[in-house]
């Protein structure tokens, strides 16, 4: 459960269904909405959601993977996502410095928004 006053930070798509339900659902808290089409990853937070969930960051039954060559699938999590933010599976929320990615169950209890 999350501490009062708590400030999220929500990684996802304006498109996304998954990612719209879940704003709606933490409407009544203070989140921070990065939208990794148009805000693109920082460095420094892209390297955090590899380190909580490895190579589990990236989408690969995305539009944008199957579009990828063998030789750009190669090159790993940290420089696909780099190069194409919307790999990363979404959405990806932080909230007081833990990471939680889907829209699950345990993320919705870990949030308190059943």
């Known amino acids: ?53 490895g190579d589990a960051a ?14 750009e699938r190669a090159k790993g999590a940290d420089a696909l996502i780099a190069a194409h933010p919307t790999l990363m599976k979404r959405p990806v929320i932080e909230a007081d410095g833990v990471w939680y990615q889907g829209w699950t169950q345990a993320t919705k209890q870990a949030l308190g928004v059943e």
């Open 58 to 71: 990236m989408n690969t039954r995305s539009t944008t993977w199957r579009g990828l060559s063998d030789e």
């Open 1 to 53: 459960m999350l501490k009062l006053g708590a400030k999220l930070r929500f990684f996802g798509l304006k498109s996304c269904d998954t990612c719209r339900k879940a704003l709606k659902s933490l409407a009544a808290l203070d989140v921070e909405i990065i939208d990794v089409r148009a805000d693109g990853v920082s460095d420094i937070d892209r390297k955090a959601i590899l380190a909580a969930f």
